[in-house]
């Protein structure tokens, strides 16, 4: 089964800029793998943010976005809020199978 | 409004079958446009899928549960079932569903611990 990596913790200040990356065991990531990225504040249910590398859902802030960058599925956060202080987790499709990574917990410091 | 709602025994004894079920209300799991999926969170960890199931009865689940994993569709009742077979405490966990390909809409999970 495919391994799916993560940095395990970052840390932005207000307002500044975090790149979390998502990466595969079996090779880059790419649109094929259709990568989501799910956030996860203490004490609730996950949330999806980000869908099919890119796409957003309407409750996610603008300061959200999703790509491809350097062979890994990537989250940018632009403009860090206080509120998202929490754990993030990506997540990837193999033919069938989906893979979660181990999450990124991201402090807002 | 589309909302899911987890539910099931809280307490499952060792090498017994958990069993879960998944009411959607407000709109219809009959349809081909979306699958359903299951997921879990064993205290203080990270998401783990459990499987998949699309209209029409196919699915996919994780290899790592050893075939443990039966999902089903109840269209007449419009909810999504789970049954965990020979679980231990490494079952332990919040289970949820969500709706795919968009994941848009969550459970808010319901807490299983298994023990005797």
């Known amino acids: 089964q495919a391994v799916v990596t993560q940095e395990p913790s970052l840390t932005v200040s207000p307002g500044g800029t975090v790149t979390l990356t998502c990466g595969s065991s079996?090779?880059?990531?790419?649109?094929?793998?259709?990568p989501y990225w799910f956030q996860q504040r203490p004490g609730q249910a996950p949330r999806t943010l980000i869908y099919?590398?890119?796409i957003k859902h309407s409750w996610t802030p603008a300061r959200f976005s999703g790509s491809l960058l350097g062979g890994k599925a990537a989250l940018t956060l632009s403009g860090a809020q206080p509120e998202d202080e929490a754990e993030y987790y990506c997540f990837l499709s193999y033919s069938g199978a989906r893979v979660f990574g181990g999450g990124t917990k991201v402090t807002v410091l | 409004q589309l909302q899911l709602q987890e539910s099931g025994p809280g307490l499952v004894k060792p090498s017994e079958t958990l069993s879960l079920i998944c009411t959607v209300s407000?709109?219809?799991?009959?349809?081909?446009?979306?699958?359903w999926i299951w997921i879990r969170q064993p205290p203080g960890k990270g998401l783990e899928w459990i499987g998949s199931i699309h209209y029409g009865g196919r699915t996919d689940d994780n290899p790592s549960l050893k075939s443990r994993v039966t999902m089903s569709l109840d269209t007449s009742k419009n909810h999504v079932s789970l049954k965990l077979s020979s679980v231990t405490a490494a079952d332990t966990a919040v289970y949820y569903c969500a709706r795919q390909p968009t994941a848009d809409h969550w459970g808010q999970g319901t807490l299983v611990t298994v023990s005797s």
């Open positions: 079996t090779g880059p990531v790419t649109s094929s793998h259709y």
């Open positions: 407000g709109g219809s799991i009959s349809t081909s446009t979306y699958y």
């Open positions: 099919d590398t890119s």
